[in-house]
Each structure stands twice: as structure tokens, then as C-alpha cells.
């Protein structure tokens, strides 16, 4: 399945910004930001479509995945 993925904030460094990128079928939103090579427990929230959506979700063909940082301060 091809999907668009989206980094903000530091995920995008050495990475890029926006890609439309081929996954197979049945590919967990876990499994695509692992296969980045994100750490997991540094993503604060997943969007599909503009939708927060889980770790376990599965995209559909043609969806666009937004990976955010978990956002600290003080």
C-alpha cells in the first residue's frame, strides 16, 4: 500500500519532511515508524487523515500518517 508519511520537529532530521512511501499490507503504524527508524517512545501522537489513531492501527492505501514527538517542557 503506498502512503503518504509526514515527520515534524526533530523526526525530520536526516529524514525527510513529507514522503509517499510503499508499505505492505497490513502495516501497523508501529511497524511503519520502527521501519524509519524512530523510537517508538519518543512519538508523542499519530494521525491518520488528520485523526489521532494508535500504535496498532493499520492504514489504508492512499491514507496520510502524521508522526509527532512527545512535546516535554516545564
Known amino acids: 500500500m503506498q502512503l503518504t508519511v509526514k515527520l515534524f520537529a526533530y523526526f525530520r532530521d536526516n529524514r525527510f519532511k513529507q514522503q509517499l512511501m510503499e508499505f505492505p499490507d497490513n502495516t ?8 524509519l527508524g524512530v523510537p517508538v517512545d519518543e512519538v508523542g501522537v499519530t494521525m491518520i487523515n ?3 489513531c494508535q500504535l496498532g492501527q493499520i492504514p489504508k492505501e492512499g491514507d496520510q500518517l502524521a508522526i509527532f514527538p512527545a512535546i516535554g517542557g516545564g
Open 50 to 52: 488528520s485523526r489521532h
Open 28 to 35: 501497523s503504524v508501529e511497524e511503519i515508524i520502527l521501519s
